[in-house]
């Protein structure tokens, strides 16, 4: 019975870790007083892009990625 409670604590410790260092690594963008001008890539997996709002948020240029090596590409891209 220790064993199972240490097990859950470790487990539910294990999430909570995993759960802060994705928030941070999704929020996470290099510091402005290195980096000045910010960046973006988009995909087709990035679904519909409200321009406006990417500029609002420090996108000063974004990478457009059209297609997947020889086989895949973008509909949305002409």
């Known amino acids: 019975m220790k064993f199972l409670k240490w097990a ?8 909570l870790v995993g759960f802060a ?7 996470w963008r290099p510091p402005l007083s290195q980096y000045p001008v910010q960046g973006a890539t988009v995909s087709a997996e990035s679904g519909a892009i409200h321009w406006p709002s990417a500029r609002i948020d420090g996108v000063d240029f ?17």
């Open 62 to 78: 974004a990478y457009l990625i059209a297609t997947e090596g020889d086989a895949g590409r973008d509909a949305r891209f002409a």
């Open 8 to 15: 859950i604590f470790w487990l539910a410790f294990a999430a």
């Open 21 to 27: 260092l994705w928030r941070v690594a999704i929020n």
